[in-house]
């Protein structure tokens, strides 16, 4: 009985698995030989993370703790793609954020961390390797295909919690990720003849902005002003879509961008 509750407990046992192993003369029969048609994953986000600690420590932290995430990409030569936490059950990398308006992001998303030591003692952020972000391009292709996750709900975790997290942090290639496919981006031809425009006119004000940052899927205060909170928002799209500087202070390129995405 050890095996089946445990078995139980992560969730990888069938019901029918479990009448078996109760007996075949319950208070009904079971029956799974039909599929319903209509029918999806719950998965709709994927939350990219960096650990914030090596190989060693990510793995220990991920599995004895109360965080964890689906995937755990390792940095070494070839990396290894750990799997933590079965597609089907909730991982708890997300905690408090919102896409969309959508905020339990734990049970509608897949959490995959990178091991990478994030921001430096000396300011400066640590590079992912490049056999990471190939191994990131096979693997996040694959769940958004098999998912039906769209492009614009792949996300960071500074994109849906971009009051208190960095990760993954201005060194991640979003754009290289785009180009092979992955992850929404803007149209840049549109953008550079927007900043150009903004040289003769203003730039648009703190509600417009906030406007444009909700429409863009983020979480954004409603205060007419560039607040703290405002400015943790753009540095958040900043590091995403124009990761060269990411102050928080709305510019002519930021502003370009923003109302070139989709
Ligand atoms: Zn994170």
Redesign the pocket.
């Known amino acids: 009985m050890r095996a089946l509750s445990r078995a139980l407990r992560i969730g990888v046992i069938s019901l029918t698995a479990l009448l078996a192993a109760c007996g075949s003369s319950g208070p009904f029969k079971f029956d799974d030989s039909y599929s319903a048609q209509g029918q999806n994953s719950r998965v709709r986000y994927l939350v990219l993370?960096y650990t914030a600690g090596d190989h060693a420590t990510s793995l220990k932290v991920l599995t004895q703790r109360d965080v964890s995430a689906h995937y755990l990409v390792s940095d070494e030569r070839r990396p290894t793609v750990y799997r933590l936490v079965p597609e089907e059950r909730r991982a708890w990398?997300a905690g408090v954020g919102s896409w969309y308006g959508f905020t339990d992001l734990n049970t509608g998303s897949i959490g995959i961390e990178i091991v990478n030591m994030g921001r430096l003692p000396d300011g400066r952020w640590a590079p992912y390797t490049r056999s990471q972000i190939e191994a990131l391009k096979v693997l996040i292709k694959d769940l958004a295909q098999r998912h039906g996750v769209t492009p614009r709900n792949i996300i960071g975790?500074s994109d849906a919690a971009p009051q208190r997290?960095l990760?993954p942090g201005p060194h991640f290639p979003w754009k290289e990720l785009a180009q092979a496919g992955i992850g929404r981006w803007y149209n840049e031809a549109q953008a550079r003849a927007l900043q150009a425009q903004y040289a003769t006119r203003p730039l648009p004000s703190a509600a417009q902005t906030q406007a444009l940052l909700r429409k863009a899927g983020y979480d954004t205060p409603d205060s007419g002003v560039f607040d703290k909170a405002t400015q943790n928002v753009i540095a958040a799209f900043q590091m995403h879509y124009r990761p060269a500087r990411y102050d928080g202070l709305l510019d002519a390129e930021t502003a370009a961008i923003l109302q070139s995405l989709n």
């Open positions: 993370h990398h975790h997290k990760d």
